[in-house]
């Protein structure tokens, strides 16, 4: 009995100091910057059936980082009121592409990339639905690393964009901010934060 409450309390301890972990990355994660694009008002966003496009080409690396971040899409989509098709499917509503791109941002500004972008670029961001906006990702006086990701949603009917946005964050290299599967669903949670969110407005999400 002392073997089981012994070994109960380990497991306890165990789950406490790793929930103690996440809060505690969770906590230094940086804020994101979100700009969305939309015609909501003459035209409002409504959900329905949505594939997402996968990488045509890419190595193994990215396509495995590229899946941490199309997950983490795919949960907010569901969560704001999208049902997913199977994969490769061609009967969907809508289609999501989604784009990463990762940089490092040294002391004097300059950005070379930190891995291959995946998912290919979304397109003139804005153009698809009339609008457009400057984003200045500029770095800060100390290399960091900066993680870009960007969603298109378009009708398949006519492959216009009905709604798009990107999210960034800029955080040292080796902190929580740069690992894939932190940065990607605070990425996607700010995102999506209150779709659709209002368009051609940058804000910054805790």
Not at 16 to 42: D, E, G, K, Q
Not at 55 to 60: C, F, L, N, T
Not at 62 to 81: I, W
Not at 130 to 150: A, M, V, Y
């Amino acid at each position: 009995m002392q073997k089981r409450c012994g070994s109960r309390l380990l497991n306890i301890a165990a789950l406490t100091l790793a929930s103690l972990a996440l809060t505690a990355c969770a906590a230094s994660m940086p804020a994101a910057n979100v700009t969305r694009f939309h015609n909501a008002p003459i035209t409002p966003v409504t959900t329905g059936t949505i594939s997402i496009t996968s990488p045509a080409e890419s190595s193994e690396g990215t396509v495995l980082e590229y899946g941490t971040y199309a997950a983490a899409v795919r949960r907010e989509l569901q969560r704001v009121g999208y049902t997913e098709t199977a994969s490769g499917a061609t009967s969907s509503e809508y289609v999501a592409r989604i784009s990463v791109q990762q940089s490092r941002i040294s002391a004097d500004g300059g950005r070379s990339p930190v891995s291959v972008g995946v998912g290919g670029s979304t397109g003139s961001y804005g153009s698809g639905i009339g609008l457009g906006i400057g984003i200045d990702l500029s770095g800060k006086p100390k290399d960091r690393i900066g993680t870009e990701l960007s969603v298109r949603i378009s009708r398949r009917a006519d492959n216009q964009a009905v709604w798009e946005g990107r999210s960034w964050i800029e955080a040292k290299d080796g902190s929580p901010g740069s690992q894939p599967a932190l940065a990607a669903s605070k990425l996607a949670e700010a995102l999506f934060k209150d779709f659709p969110g209002e368009s051609g407005t940058t804000i910054t999400v805790p």
